[in-house]
């Protein structure tokens, strides 16, 4: 089963519009974090925001927002006010306790990611 | 200003020519790994570590090597490259091995195993 499920392929949205990426995850912990990263074109990976499991406030940076539904297991990234340099590659992460899975600990699992367009 | 650096950022190599990957990291963070990225199949970890000299297998170790001899750096290692190894390999590194705990990406090292 996957952990992490990003079910957008890809999204476009018009400049300056608010978006929101899609993801759920799967987990028997009860603490784990949940992050998103930001891929360009050019490659690099840009962590965005996080999420802890305890925290029940909704998480805020900037124009990225996390939309975090404990019990639906979701966390969605709500993007405000999109820019044109907002076009990338989105993935979810979750970060699980120390015997995540038994074989390997702290790693990050990625979904498959979310190609963002954004249309001027 | 904190970051992770990896070295080189592009190769092309041939297939069994001994290769080394540089990471660093000027964070002070004890916890280190790399990762490959692959279309289709996502990231895997390939192995870790959670302080000097203490090194793990990721999901995909197979034809890699790490070592941890201090702290601030973490060498991926191809003895033997093969095509199959040809990726996208990141170095990220986090405070420590808390879930909590955002792991920092370097900007990435381009793979051609020809």
């Known amino acids: 089963a996957q952990k992490i499920t990003q079910t957008q392929p890809g999204m476009f949205v018009q400049e300056k519009e608010a978006v929101t990426l899609d993801c759920t995850y799967d987990t028997s912990d009860q603490s784990y974090g949940l992050f998103w990263y930001k891929q360009p074109s050019s490659g690099e990976m840009i962590f965005l925001i996080y999420q802890g499991s305890y925290d029940e406030q909704n998480a805020t940076e900037g124009r990225y927002s996390l939309n975090f539904q404990k019990a639906r297991k979701s966390a969605n990234l709500v993007i405000s006010a999109s820019q044109l340099g907002d076009s990338a590659m989105y993935f979810c992460a979750m970060r699980e306790g120390l015997r995540a899975g038994g074989t390997s600990y702290g790693k990050l699992t990625f979904g498959q990611g979310t190609i963002l367009t954004v249309h001027p | 200003e904190a970051q992770v650096t990896q070295n080189p950022r592009y190769l092309i190599t041939v297939t069994g020519k001994k290769l080394t990957v540089t990471c660093s990291q000027n964070m002070n963070h004890e916890y280190m790994s790399w990762y490959r990225q692959d279309p289709g199949l996502g990231l895997r970890q390939i192995y870790y570590?959670?302080?000097?000299?203490?090194?793990d297998k990721g999901d995909v170790p197979e034809g890699y090597k790490v070592s941890r001899k201090e702290k601030r750096n973490f060498p991926l290692i191809l003895e033997s490259p093969s095509p199959n190894q040809t990726s996208l390999y990141f170095c990220?590194?986090?405070?420590?091995?808390?879930?909590?705990?955002?792991?920092?990406f370097g900007p990435g090292t381009r793979l051609t195993v020809l």
């Open positions: 990220a590194s986090s405070l420590s091995v808390r879930r909590t705990d955002t792991q920092y």
């Open positions: 570590s959670m302080n000097v000299e203490v090194t």
